[in-house]
């Protein structure tokens, strides 16, 4: 008896412990995420009952909207740690490539593909495909939740995650990237920042002073508001929310964090992990897109590429350098639709793209057929309409030139042979590199600067990233196709150009087909940079419009496919986007104002 009864009061007491042991906020911010993750299970699965119930269609319209802003809720989390299962939850409604097999195509599935089966109409006539992808959808959340339950949260990681939210809701909330038919995205934006709300108050016990967490309440609730009270998708002031919240908030959410003593993150990322916002001006680094930790810049090697890039040497005949089709005057293009071959004999393939942030992009040439910068210089030296060089005969040439091997061995001192194929390379796409470019009007304007654009280039502005659609493609603040808000792929797009500018016929070049032989890449494209695009004309792959209206005017009548071509797999949603005169007017006016003089 004395045995058990010690016994007892051991575990009586170690009972008293656990009774009083302090939940770590780390824990009970998994908890949340769970219990979000319930709830929009359950709704998915009320959403599927009313389909298959037949209810009627404004019940059925219902239902989606609520089942997605509940998954908005988990959206910070899931994007963080489980970023292959939330593509499947919310992700894209266009066929990509299969990672592991180049030759199969993975069909889209989730919110996105469920979308347009409900909005703007919603008929039961495709029913049962209907309920097949909710079916997917249903499963998709038990392997989410799965997940969840199996995932450790630290306090630094959910700050960053939840400071990586509010540069979504920027870049791809408000411009209905994930809601183009329900344009529903403001009411989704207030959901996704309740949950950052919700998630900051966890902490409260553990902040000392509370002041700023208390400030920064105080601002989602004014965000929140800001966002619900939208009803009207075109209507909305971006530019407002942006600086007025969105800026302020990524900002003081970084600031939380290093209040509460959380790790700074050292991982190299596009988007650096201490940049406070989207655009301050050094928030990007390029040295993220080369291929190793040895590939990074330094001045030494920016120097001698920016030499490299305006000697002849490179080229096999001696008359062409890079700097020959890249002028600095004209944003690093040559003003042409396409520049006359190094012969002078004929044209080459497609027209020169700007070299202006070209560093901070994951793929390079129209067809996204290299990675590197290195290797872009390798084809564009070797080209044989080009510069119809060589690697090896360059080397040649800059080994005999005693200049040349002292500007080497000061770049690459650790290089036994300093003048070499992949140090050329690797200078120039250094020296590319630095050319960032994200000093234009519209930056000093989104940094605090009201006196930089005018109220017909903040419409523009407003105009570009909602009813013209042109930021679901050319995402802020890069303004090309590197998707937010962690900037890891760069994307194409089939848009169907046009052979000419007044041809309704598409223009032969394959595109990406010719690196990928599937029918999702045929005329599929990069989407380009549209940065200093007052510079850069004429414009498209091919060089067909001489101006920024023509352009506006193709996509306002929704690409190839609006203008009456047969394009199956056009990527561009085809439907007319009806802007108005003063409309296109405007977005061209807030275009010019990308312009950044900076880089010359």
Known sequence: MKKIAIVVIMVMACLGCTHTQKTLPADLVKQYYILQIAKADTLVKQLYSKVQNNAPADSIKQAFKVARLAYKKTEFLAEYYNPLTAKSINGAPISSMDDNDQHKIDAPEGFQVIEPFIFPQYTNNRKSELLQEI??????????????????????????????????????????????????????????????????????????NQTKLNNTVQLLDKGIKNLAASSNFNAFDRMQFITAYANPLSASILNLSQQLGNPEFKDLRALKANAATLFDENAFDANYYTASYDAHMSKEKAELGKLLFYDVILSGSKNRSCGSCHKPELAFTDGVAKNATINGKSLVKRNTPTILNAGLQAASFYDNRVNYLEDQATDVISNADEMHGSMPTAVKRLKENPAYVLKFNAAFPKSKESVSDYNIRNALGSYIRTLTSLNSPFDKYVRGDKTKLTKQELNGFNLYMGKA????????????GTVPPDFRVTETEVIGVPLNASSKEIDTDPGKYNLRKLTLYKNAFKTPTVRNIALTAPYMHNGIYKTLEEVVDFYNEGGGVGLGMDIPNQTLPFDKLNLTDTEKKDIVAFLKKLTDNTKR
Not at 161 to 167: G, I, Y
Not at 199 to 208: A, W
């Open 135 to 208: 079916g997917i959808l249903k499963s998709n959340f038990v392997r989410l939740k799965s997940v969840a339950q199996h995932q450790e949260l630290a306090n630094a990681q959910v700050f960053d995650a939840l400071r990586t939210e509010v540069f979504r809701i920027i870049t791809l909330g408000i411009s209905g990237f994930d809601a183009p038919i329900a344009q529903n995205s403001m009411a989704e934006g207030a959901a996704a920042l309740t949950s950052v709300k919700e998630v900051l108050n966890i902490y409260k016990p553990e902040f000392k």
């Open 469 to 480: 659609k042109c930021g679901t493609c050319h995402f802020t603040p890069l303004f090309n």
